[in-house]
């Protein structure tokens, strides 16, 4: 088992490797400090980010017994590249704020947070490329893969019929396939096929799990880092908005007025979040999570007993807890 000083010891030295890997560069002649760099250290060094993805690493890496300080590169490459998906996510969304704190394109403009993403893919890239070179090969697929998947995303504003299946291509596009790239590199320098195999199914189904979290956050109006109804407010189909635009002809047409303004009032806002709360879409939106989190525990298989394994588990079964409780306590 890995025991929660191991991994606060593992942590702690890949926040170090951050900060080193995002000082300042050689910006040129007569340049007094790095603006992108000093953009990205505000986005990820700053922000209080969970290091959800190191941590992912670490677990996995300890379920096929390699050691910690091979999984430290690993490790931040996987933060950064979440980094410079977040730049850019921030750009298309018109992001103002993020974890409470104004967003780089709000501080230094759009032009700066997207050739800050961009230098941190290219840092990243070429510190994996002296690791073997599946790793480097599968990051490229996985930055490739989130690349589509935010391009979905965008592509699919204002659908109201979106389907199901386009909606999880999304999720596992921009989520899971980092979560499974954790375990899919750490198995790589284990080389140990069968786990990566498993590591990556288990991340991807975690992932879409992850983004369902967030969808039903939303609509509560716990996620303490964005205001209630903001995917409503982006025109962002929702695992929630989805369900229940599919039973309620009603609220289909409001949401499709609310959308023919360029600002949806207050409480246009509350009227239509009212009607998603009612439809039973959350609650429905609930057990297709924990579908996708049983799924992720299977894909586990004979390392669910290894060390780090039970971590992993009793991450999802936390996830899985904490929305339920947060349904719950919205229907009480």
């Not at 390699?66 to 430290?72: G, S, T």
Request: aromatic share 4%; hydrophobic share 45%.
């Amino acid at each position: 088992m890995e025991t929660a000083g191991e991994l606060s010891d593992f942590l702690r030295v890949v926040e170090q490797r951050l900060n080193a890997a995002l000082a300042d560069g050689d910006a040129g002649p007569d340049v007094k400090g790095d603006t992108l760099m000093e953009a990205a250290r505000h986005l990820c060094l700053g922000s209080g980010g969970k290091r959800a993805r190191p941590m992912l690493v670490r677990l996995f890496g300890a379920a096929v017994g390699v050691p910690a300080e091979q999984l430290v590169e690993i490790a931040v490459s996987a933060e950064l590249i979440h980094s410079a998906s977040l730049l850019h996510d921030d750009v298309v969304d018109a992001g103002m704020f993020r974890r409470g704190r104004p967003t780089v394109n709000a501080r230094w403009g759009n032009i700066v947070a997207v050739m800050s993403g961009d230098l941190i893919l290219s840092t990243t890239l070429s510190r994996l490329a002296q690791l073997d070179p599946r790793v480097i090969q599968s990051a490229l697929s996985v930055v490739s893969e989130m690349t589509r998947a935010a391009i979905a995303e965008v592509e699919a504003r204002s659908q109201m019929d979106l389907p199901m299946s386009r909606l999880r291509y999304i999720a596992e596009g921009k989520t899971g396939s980092l979560f499974g790239w954790c375990g899919h590199a750490a198995a790589l320098l284990a080389n140990k096929p069968e786990a990566v195999e498993r590591f990556d199914g288990f991340g991807r189904h975690l992932g879409v799990a992850f983004q369902i979290a967030d969808d039903i956050r939303d609509i509560l109006g716990t996620d303490v880092g964005k205001p209630q109804y903001a995917d409503l407010v982006s025109r962002t189909p929702s695992m929630p908005m989805l369900l229940a635009l599919a039973k309620d002809d009603g609220l289909r047409r409001k949401l499709k007025d609310a959308w023919a303004f360029s600002n949806i009032t207050p409480e246009r806002l509350q009227d239509i979040g009212a009607g998603i709360l009612a439809s039973g879409a959350v609650e429905q939106s609930l057990e297709r999570m924990n579908a996708e989190i049983e799924a992720a525990l299977d894909r586990l298989g004979p390392f669910a007993s290894q060390p780090g394994g039970d971590e992993l588990m009793g991450w999802a079964h936390k996830l899985s807890a904490g929305i339920t409780e947060q349904v719950r306590s919205r229907a009480a």
